[in-house]
């Protein structure tokens, strides 16, 4: 059983990561950004709320963000593990969430964090072309990054959780460092 929360700044392949970790250890991922951005083509409620914050490159207020992934985890398939993908992704948010683990006696097991240099990030978020991959918001999202999620090492550290991960290697090799941070607990 694993209960994941990876973090890394837009393009360090946590989405990736995360989707093949799943598959082999049969958890479900949970990418908030997958979520918000279906609503928003689903056109819902959270999706005509969230779309303007998405556009810009911007977080989508915590509150929004954290009712969806408190239903999200109350589904049958999330209660033997899971895999968060761009969730926490400020301090409120994982205090807020911290807390909400503590309630149910639950608790992550480890924040893998995955290290990406700003050039290569650039550079491969460009070659993604998703929506909101234009020049201007990349750089908006890597700022927001840096100053609102960067501060999770810390949180995920003090508490002994933070895995380091070198994600600028080929994807195979990320893969393989990551199952041996996981079994061995380093
Ligand atoms: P991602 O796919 O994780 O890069 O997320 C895409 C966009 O969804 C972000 O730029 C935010 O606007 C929004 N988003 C995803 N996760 C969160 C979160 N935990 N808190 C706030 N906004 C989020």
Known sequence: MSRLIFIGPPGSGKGTQAAELSKREKIPHISTGEILRNSVANKTDLGLKAKYYMDQGSLVPDQLVFDLV???LSQE???NGWILDGFPRNS???ETFQQMLYAK???????????????????RLLLRGRADDTA???RHRLDVYQE???PLIDFYGARGKLRRIRGNQPVEKVTQD??????TGH
Do not use: K
Request: with cysteine; proline share 2%.
């Open 70 to 72: 408190e239903e999200r």
């Open 77 to 79: 398939d999330a209660q």
């Open 92 to 94: 409120s948010q994982a």
């Open 105 to 123: 006696n639950r608790d992550c097991d480890y924040a893998i964090f995955l290290e990406v240099p700003d050039a290569i990030l650039i550079e």
């Open 136 to 138: 201007e918001t990349i």
């Open 148 to 150: 609102e999620t960067q």
């Open 178 to 183: 990551l199952q041996h941070a996981l079994t």
